[in-house]
């Protein structure tokens, strides 16, 4: 039989001392030797620029009829430091204009009562106002990251360009854009079925989310069989649109539809009518002429209205584009093939001064109309119509080609589509 020889204590004490020593040791130089590869590296979670690692995050949409007040008293912020809030953000924004169905975020101290720190107000999908109920208290505005994406779309019209866009789920206000591009070119109120469009424009995301289309870069409007190309350059620190020859796509007006005239009144939302003896809006220019005298469209365009209309008389109206229309008024007679449907080219003699209608004598009243809202002829903004100059005709060609050759050669988006 083994007998068991008890350990001394002072024995188990070195023992135990020696395998305490050992492990230290061995952590202390697994520590040493460790790689800075091996390091785990935390990096800080943001929203709204501010660090949230710690922070509760209660997020909301607004109600209707809820104001700022209203939730912020819900956060348990009292009502004075909520009316210091309000005095401090109005300078860069009216805490009334709070809109129903727009986002907020209530971030919070990770505390017995959930102390709040900041109340985000979503303003608008990119813009949003931090309201800081720290310490100190302020108020301040901010741009979410905003990335610009190159994208292509193309497409056959059957019905409109609005049409077209949407139901190849591309954002239909590209049409407002291009419309824009192609003003001065295309009539896009005749435009037809079987025109065809294809385009490379901006797509602005923010936090990965399409917002809207910004800038065309380059197109091609194929209508009534015809190509017509666009390609945006700049120069000088001014964009425009060129044609392939760099010729601008904008034409300007004219500054005034006759050539010998005198202004006899002006633009005026409060003027004696000279027949009628009562103030009302006269919202064109008045020009003096003696009968006969040739009146002369301002700009390219599409007759829409040419007969006697009461007060106006003999009058035409002329619709430039989808933004301008011009209108004539008070002639005696009008030119050859002066009708509803008639294309006009600026310059062309499209009637001539009389005294028809509501008229003390013979002048022209001429109207400008801006988006369906009359605007002072004599304040139009006539659109730039320089070429490309000389000095950026080079850069300008290899920009052009390089956009015509993936406008002529776009990359599908499918596969299957090659």
Not at 174 to 189: G, R
Request: hydrophobic share 35%.
């Amino acid at each position: 039989m083994t007998k068991k020889i008890p350990l001394k204590p002072t024995l188990l004490v070195g023992f135990s001392t020696l395998v305490i020593f050992t492990v230290l040791y061995l952590l202390f130089w697994q520590e040493k030797t460790k790689h800075p590869a091996d390091e785990v590296v935390y990096e800080p979670v943001l929203r709204y620029g501010i660090r949230v690692d710690s922070l509760l995050q209660f997020d909301g949409v607004v109600k209707q009829d809820e104001t700022l007040s209203v939730l912020l008293q819900r956060c348990n912020v009292d009502v004075r430091t909520i009316n210091s809030l309000v005095v401090k953000a109005s300078i860069v924004f009216d805490a009334r204009m709070i809109r129903a169905g727009n986002s907020y975020t209530l971030m919070c101290r990770r505390d017995s009562v959930n102390t709040p720190l900041y109340f985000i107000y979503e303003d608008t999908p990119s813009k949003y106002i931090v309201f800081s109920l720290g310490d100190s208290l302020h108020v301040y505005s901010a741009d979410k990251e905003v990335e610009r994406r190159i994208e292509f779309a193309s497409g056959v019209i059957e019905s409109s360009l609005w049409n077209a866009l949407d139901d190849q789920g591309i954002n239909p206000t590209l049409a407002l854009e291009l419309s824009d591009v192609y003003a001065w070119a295309i009539d896009f109120f005749a435009i037809q079925k079987g025109d065809s469009f294809r385009t490379y424009y901006e797509q602005i995301y923010v936090e990965g989310k399409p917002l809207k289309t910004g800038r065309v870069v380059s197109a091609c409007f194929n209508h009534a069989g015809s190509d017509f190309y666009s390609f945006y350059f700049v120069q000088e620190g001014v964009g425009d649109y060129f044609d392939e020859e760099g010729k601008s796509l904008r034409k300007a007006f004219l500054k005034a539809p006759l050539k010998f005239s005198r202004i006899s009144s002006r633009y005026s939302n409060s003027r004696l009518h000279p027949v009628l003896r009562i103030r009302r809006p006269h919202h064109g220019v008045d020009y003096a002429a003696p009968t006969g005298t040739p009146v002369m469209t301002i700009g390219d365009g599409t007759v829409t209205k040419a007969h006697h209309s009461g007060g106006a008389g003999k009058m035409v109206e002329i619709r430039h584009n989808s933004t301008y229309k011009t209108q004539y008024l008070h002639l005696s007679g009008y030119a050859k093939g002066i009708n509803s449907g008639a294309r006009v080219k600026q310059g062309q003699v499209i009637g001539y001064v009389g005294s028809t209608g509501l008229s003390t004598g013979p002048h022209l009243d001429f109207r400008v109309y801006k988006n369906g809202v009359a605007i002072n002829p004599l304040k139009i903004e006539s659109p730039p119509s320089e070429p490309v100059k000389d000095k950026y005709k080079e850069e300008f060609l290899g920009i052009m080609n390089e956009e015509k050759n993936k406008l002529d050669n776009p990359i599908k988006k499918n596969p299957e589509e090659l």
